[in-house]
């Protein structure tokens, strides 16, 4: 499960953080809310878990959940709070796809929590085709990339051009190849654009012998993705 956490309080964040992680999920923590809705427009994750501190500042109350919810109306809400919310908070909790649970947190009870609303809100996620090579993980519904727990933060285009040339490992991709299969249609591609891109690619997965791989040019011809076996 992919999951977000906001939480101003490291003393909360960094245990959930890493309950979340040794616990098999993906998690991506946030500090400000301007950092963690910067990152929502370039990855969806499956759930967005939101610690409340008691001083109810802009970290959280109504205020963030509306304006999360103008921008991601659909986007499961697991709140944590230290006292029952109010009135107004629980109404409008009633309109959102979210649910509470209270401080202390119980590992196995947030565990549960975050299951039961992806079952409840998300139940074709499970289903979402996901390809693996070595430790990386495409999952193609959603052009989103992982290594490990660790969400790669690429483009559509970059996640093309990875997943291309791990479909073709050890294997040269000619430039012409390469240009159809990620830029079909687009007769106007520069030579320069492709190798940004392969560039990017590149230093954005690390493929580095250190990490098990090489992303080299075949001269005159495009590019090879090799996996270092020594």
Same mark, same amino acid.
């Given at each position: 499960? #992919? ?6 309080? !490291? ?26 809705? %910067? ?6 994750? &499956?759930?967005?878990?939101? +610690?409340?501190? &008691? ?7 109504? %205020? ?6 103008? !921008? ?20 409008? /909790? ?11 947190? #119980?590992? !196995?009870?947030?565990? /549960? ?23 990386? @993980? ?13 969400? *790669? ?11 291309? =040339?791990? @479909?073709?490992?050890? #294997? ?5 190849? *390469? +240009? ?5 249609? &687009? ?22 012998? @250190? ?8 001269? %005159? =011809?495009?590019?090879?993705?090799? @996996?270092?076996?020594?």
């Amino acid at each position: 499960m #992919r999951i977000v956490l906001l939480s101003d309080d !490291s003393q909360q964040r960094k245990p959930l953080e890493s309950l979340l992680k040794t616990s098999g999920h993906a998690c991506s923590s946030f500090e400000c809310q301007e950092a963690l809705q %910067s990152h929502l427009t370039t990855s969806e994750p &499956d759930v967005l878990l939101i +610690h409340w501190p &008691d001083s109810r500042d802009r970290t959280s109350g109504p %205020s963030v959940l509306n304006r999360l919810h103008e !921008s991601w109306p659909e986007l499961p809400l697991l709140i944590i709070v230290t006292a029952p919310p109010d009135d107004a908070t629980i109404r409008l /909790l009633a309109t959102r796809p979210a649910e509470v649970l209270l401080n202390p947190v #119980r590992r !196995s009870e947030l565990l /549960l929590r975050l299951r039961l609303l992806m079952d409840r809100y998300r139940p074709d996620r499970e289903d979402e085709p996901e390809i693996a090579y070595g430790p990386f @993980q495409f999952l193609k519904g959603r052009s989103q990339l992982r290594f490990g727990n660790q969400i *790669i933060q690429v483009t559509q285009k970059e996640f093309a051009l990875a997943l291309l =040339f791990f @479909q073709h490992l050890g #294997r040269p991709l000619s430039r012409a190849f *390469i +240009h159809e299969a990620v830029w079909s249609g &687009d007769a106007e591609l520069s030579s320069r654009t492709l190798d940004t891109h392969v560039s990017r690619v590149r230093t954005k997965l690390g493929l580095i012998p @250190q990490r098990g791989y090489r992303l080299v040019p075949v001269y %005159s =011809f495009g590019y090879r993705l090799e @996996q270092i076996t020594e």
